[in-house]
């Protein structure tokens, strides 16, 4: 039988496998590319939270099986962030379940809540797990703009009234990925209410609360009152601390929904590795110091790579949070789109970035930059792209001739 199962079929084709594609076989030909692509941070785990891993794993009681919701020690420590941090009471046993990362609780939580035709408001562009969590459990996406102002407001109210099925659910993401937008406590504000009148859960991924730059740190939308009746955060520990690989992550606020995750999350898991947990609860109680580092590490790439896209005639909006730039086209290859600017820059100034059209089709106008490489790296980079950008004429006409003869 050949047919293509019937989730698949509602997957596109991974959008940046080009792209990987590309990046593997100039590598494997000996090419130095500097990847600004994957949002994975290069920085070790502080020392402090490695010890305690090594620690408790040396205990072999802790070689059991885990608690598929968190052991209490860390949903405890989740909940004490949650009240240093943004003011914030959670009851560690019924409003915060430990997750294997936030990526996996979301998409874990959209097939717990969404049965086969039910209407989604995502956010686009937009991390891809906002929108095919939900695609996948049988749901379908009404897409609303990503930045935080009275046009996401206007088209999450026209969302409601012109969708049937009324929505059930509503994701933001704040700070942004891959936008770096950052929403205030007014307007989560509004949309609580909105939400709260018309019966809409909402799904907020806050997986960048503690990579900031300018102002104020962002604000948790459980900060506003009445917003835990409808909302469930999640929160992670790999950029805050270095933890990509760890997964490790958190959801926290209505009962019903942490519930509902709870009950599915019993048949697919039994938590991650306890000694992991232990660590993880140990990084959020223990010292802080860690954290402001990681945000001034990246604070000094933003304003490299900044400075630096703008001297090379390439001017991209400073991000105010998040380890991204989210960057327009320069003006002489915006016919291209994203996929193919990207696959050119890659091939003419051997570096990598993300395609925007990856996160949504109102993302190909831009691509997605990393913080990813230190500053060293990162001021190659410029001067690869100073170049290339210096050269666009060339670098267009080889490019249309290798895509005419690609035809």
């Not at 948790?220 to 490790?248: C, D, H, Q």
């Not at 980079?381 to 290339?388: D, E, P």
Request: hydrophobic share 40%; aromatic share 10%.
């Amino acid at each position: 039988m050949d047919q293509e199962f019937h989730r698949i079929k509602r997957l596109p084709p991974y959008v940046f496998a080009e792209v990987n594609a590309m990046k593997a076989r100039a590598r494997a030909q000996g090419e130095d590319i500097i990847d600004f692509g994957m949002g994975n941070p290069d920085q070790p785990t502080p020392p402090h939270i490695v010890e305690k891993l090594v620690e408790a794993a040396r205990n072999p009681k802790a070689h059991r099986y885990s608690m598929s919701r968190g052991i209490p020690g860390l949903r405890k420590a989740l909940a004490s962030y949650y009240q240093r941090r943004f003011n914030v009471e959670l009851d560690p046993e019924s409003e915060v379940i430990v997750t294997l990362g936030s990526k996996e609780g979301l998409a874990n939580l959209a097939s717990a809540i969404t049965s086969p035709g039910d209407v989604v408001l995502v956010p686009n562009p937009s991390y891809p797990i906002h929108p095919y969590g939900f695609i996948i459990a049988g749901g379908v996406c009404r897409y609303i703009p990503a930045a935080p102002d009275q046009e996401l407001l206007k088209a999450i109210e026209r969302g409601v009234h012109h969708s049937v099925p009324k929505p059930v659910a509503l994701v933001l993401n704040y700070p942004s990925n891959p936008t770096a937008f950052i929403a205030d406590r007014d307007f989560y504000a509004q949309v609580v209410d909105f939400c709260r009148f018309h019966g809409i859960y909402i799904l907020s991924d806050l997986a960048y609360a503690e990579i900031y730059f300018d102002g104020n740190p962002p604000p948790s939308i459980l900060e506003v009152p009445g917003a835990r009746e409808i909302a469930v955060e999640f929160t992670s520990m790999s950029k805050t601390y270095n933890m990509p690989g760890w997964r490790m992550g958190f959801a926290a606020g209505n009962k019903r929904l942490i519930g509902a995750l709870t009950r599915i999350k019993s048949y697919l898991d039994y938590g991650a590795f306890t000694p992991i947990q232990v660590a993880a609860a140990a990084a959020l109680n223990g010292p802080q110091d860690c954290v402001e580092e990681i945000r001034q590490m990246y604070k000094q790439r933003r304003d490299v790579l900044i400075e630096g896209l703008d001297a090379a005639g390439w001017p991209v909006p400073s991000p105010a949070a998040t380890m991204f730039a989210w960057a327009p086209i320069p003006a002489p290859f915006a016919h291209l789109g994203s996929i193919e600017f990207s696959k050119l820059l890659l091939r003419e100034a051997k570096v990598a970035v993300a395609p925007g059209l990856g996160f949504g089709e109102h993302g190909d106008a831009f691509v997605r930059i990393g913080l990813v490489e230190n500053v060293h790296r990162t001021r190659q980079a410029l001067r690869s792209i100073k170049a290339f950008l210096g050269s666009y004429d060339k670098a267009l006409e080889a490019s249309e001739k290798q895509r005419a003869a690609a035809r």
